[in-house]
DNA sequence: TATTCGGACGGGGCCACACTTGACT
DNA sequence: GTAGTCAAGTGTGGCCCCGTCCGAA
C-alpha cells in the first residue's frame, strides 16, 4: 500500500553492523542464519488477508468485521509450523487447483504464465519467451508470477509495484533469470564441435561407454538438440568411480530406470510435455494411518479428487476463518524492556 | 463529467538495548 | 563432548511520515 521506498522520509536504517564492524570483529560468520523467508504458501493464504485489510470503499463493510484478520507474523513460529503441518499439502493443492467457487482464479504456472504474458505482451512488445530477462523496471515480466488471481486487481497490481520496486532498489545483478534451452544449446554446440573434431563419430573411440554424447552415434538434428534436455553422464567413469564402494542401488530396490531422452519417442511434441510425462513421479497419497500409498492405485481417481479437494478447500476455508491475527509476542521479557525504555517520541532513546 | 482538495487510514521505519543465536576456543 | 566467550543478529513498543483511497466541492 505505502511505498516506503520512494519520498524523502526514507532514511537510511542506521547500519547497526556497519558500526559494529569498526570493531576487530573476531571472525566472519562462515555459516550465515537461517533466512525467516516468507514461503509462498504463506504468501498464498496471506495475500487475500491483505487484501482485505486494505482500505477500498467496497470492502469496507468486509474490514470492518474481519478487523481483526491480519498477517500471520510468524510464519515459522513452531506454533505455526505444527499447525501448518497438515496443511501443506492441501495448500499446495490449493495454490495450483483452485476453485471458482472459493472466488479465486485458477492459479497455475501455465495460467499465471498465460494470463500475464498475455496482459503484458500489451505492455510490452519485447517480452519473449526465449529472451533473458532482469527485472529492471516496474513493468518487469516477472512480476506476474506473485500475482494472484483476485478481486482486488489493482491493488495487487500496486504490491506488485511495491514489491518490484523495493525489488529494484537492491542489486539489479543479484538475480537473473536465464533460460535453460540457450544455455544448453551453447554448450552442446561446444561439445558437437569438440566432439566432432577428436571422436570420430559412430561407435568409436569417442564414445564413453554409451554415455549421452552426441558422438555416441545418436544423430540428432540441431532443432531437436534444442529440445532435448541435455543431462551427459560419463557412466562408465561413474562405474569405475563406485566399483569398489558396493552397489549403487539400496538394497532391494530395483535401480530407477533413467529414460533415454534421445529416444525419438520423447523427442516428438512438446519436449517439456515429454520429459515430464517420463519424469513424472508417482504421485502418493496417504490413509489414515499415516502411510503412503501411489495415488493411481485408488479406484476412481476422477472421485478420488473431487472428494479430496473438495476435503481440501473446506479445510482451508476452517482454517482460514479460525485464523489468530493477534500479534503475538516470542519474548515476553523483551517486551517488558522495552515497555520499560525510555522514548522521545515513540522512539528509544539512550538512557543517561 | 472531470478535476482538485483534504481528511482518514494504514504500513512501515526509526530508535536503544536486552536477549538469542551460532561460531569458535 | 562440554562449557565458556564473543560478536552478530533479533525483537520489542510508540510515534511519525507518507502513499493511497475516497467523498465532497
Redesign the pocket.
Known sequence: ????N????R????S??SS??L?A???T???T??P?YLSLLHLEENLPQMNL?T????NNDN?KSNHQQ?LNLFPLHPENLVEDKDTQYDNVCLLFNTTEEDNVHAVTLNGILDDESSDYKNETTTTTTTTTTTTTSDESPLSPSLTYGYSGE??TR?LERSAMKGKKERDESEEKWVVYSEVVEKKEMEEVSSCDGGGGGGDGGGDRGGAWCISSGSIISKKKMKKLLALKLDYQEIMNAWSDKGPLYIEGESPHTVPDLNDAAHVLGDVWGSVSDVWRVPEMVTNNVGSFKVKEEYEGKEDWRRGHREASVLRYKEKRRNRLFS?R???E???L???K?P?L???????D
Open positions: 500500500m505505502c511505498n516506503k520512494s519520498g524523502s522520509r532514511r537510511r536504517r542506521k547497526k553492523s559494529v564492524s570493531k570483529s573476531r571472525k560468520r562462515t555459516k542464519r537461517k525467516k485489510n482500505k477500498t470503499s467496497s474490514n491480519q489493482d491493488h500496486s500479534k509476542i516470542r519474548y521479557v523483551r517486551k524492556n522495552a515497555e525504555r522514548r517520541k515513540g522512539r528509544f532513546v539512550k538512557r
